[in-house]
């Protein structure tokens, strides 16, 4: 997600249509085999639920966090519908009670935020995590305005410093371990607002056990 205006997601999220669809983001769903059942994960602005919902179909126990009363109550509906549990909770991210090595997984999937705000949830997170937990993440580059200049249904953020590169990932998470980190092209189907070509990174960060 890319703006904090609450308001602005539940306009986003209203009607019955799920704004980025109902399937898991495409970088998710391909690293299934690190998803275990009865593993704990947090979703930070996970909006209408398609990500927190699929984790919790992978059997771990998924919280999923958002600002926006309309996609946390979708979440539910959609959770509801495929039959899952998912524990949503409407906050938003710097105003909720952060654990400390309590998760497994953390997913960060299109969380845009200014640099001194990524660097702080960031390390939110690293902390957040138990031994030998991950964060997953998959966000837009630099590179993508170029593909959003052709296409602005590609979606992401239209100003450069909510970008993220490979090197700014490197040393937010500078205390983990890289198991992937990687910038490049892919191609979106993720509803109205996320379909084309986009240039995007993709990072997997470890705690050691």
């Known amino acids: 997600m890319i703006n904090r205006d609450a308001k602005f997601w539940d306009d986003r999220f209203a009607g019955a249509e799920y704004t980025y669809g109902e399937t898991p983001n495409a970088f998710l769903a391909s690293q299934r085999a690190q998803f275990h059942p009865g593993q704990t994960a947090l979703i930070p602005a996970d909006g209408e639920g398609r990500n927190g919902v699929w984790l919790a179909e992978q059997g771990l126990i998924a919280t999923s966090l958002d600002h926006s009363e309309v996609g946390i109550t979708k979440a539910a509906v959609l959770a509801e519908k495929r039959g899952v549990p998912l524990d949503t909770v409407l906050t938003d991210v710097f105003d909720w009670d952060w654990p400390e090595n309590h998760f497994d997984h953390i997913i960060f999937i299109y969380f845009h935020l200014p640099a001194e705000g990524r660097r702080e949830l960031h390390r ?14 998959e966000a837009f580059t630099p590179k993508n305005l170029i593909y959003r200049a052709e296409n602005p249904k590609v979606g992401g953020p239209p100003e450069e410093h909510l970008l993220m590169t490979a090197e700014m990932l490197a040393g937010d998470f500078e205390g983990l371990r890289p198991i992937l980190l990687e910038e490049r092209d892919t191609i979106l189907r993720e509803g109205k607002f996320h379909d084309g070509k986009a240039a995007v990174v993709n990072a997997i960060f470890e705690r050691d056990a």
């Open 124 to 137: 939110l997170a690293a902390k957040a995590l138990r031994p030998g937990g991950r964060i997953t993440l």
